[in-house]
């Protein structure tokens, strides 16, 4: 059974930076495409980044295109998001979620994530 333990959130003025980690336990990750989600409150969950697992291919929400980037960490079998140039509007809970996807695409599917962490809070706030 793979768990997922998000951490890295926490608060940060505009134009700042954070790097969330997602880290498994139970199996690898090497078979899982990885996503990251946000929900913001009041809102939907809503699809952020997500990596392959073959080749590390990697695709960004709109929104956030240009601020974030995903890698894969295989050593520590972890994901990193790594968001840069924060706004108000990145304020949410993020969680990262898994895909058994042996494949070199990845999609934003909450209904495709076959685990799903708990969560880590971010707060863009001045």
């Known amino acids: 059974q793979l768990q997922l333990v998000e951490s890295g959130g926490g608060l940060v003025e505009p134009g700042g930076s954070l790097r969330l980690s997602c880290a498994a336990s139970?199996?690898?990750?090497?078979?899982?495409?990885i996503g990251w989600f946000r929900q913001a409150p009041g809102k939907g969950r809503e699809g952020v980044s997500c990596?392959?697992?073959?080749?590390?291919?990697?695709y960004y929400a709109d929104s956030v295109k240009g601020r974030v980037s995903i890698t894969r960490d295989n050593t520590k079998n972890s994901v990193n998001l790594q968001m840069n140039n924060l706004k108000p509007e990145d304020t949410a809970v993020y969680y990262c979620a898994a895909e058994f996807r042996p494949s070199s695409t990845c999609v934003l599917s909450l209904s495709a994530m076959d685990y799903w962490g708990k969560g880590t809070l971010v707060t863009v706030s001045s």
């Open positions: 990596i392959s697992s073959s080749d590390g291919s990697t």
């Open positions: 139970g199996s690898t990750l090497h078979y899982y495409a």
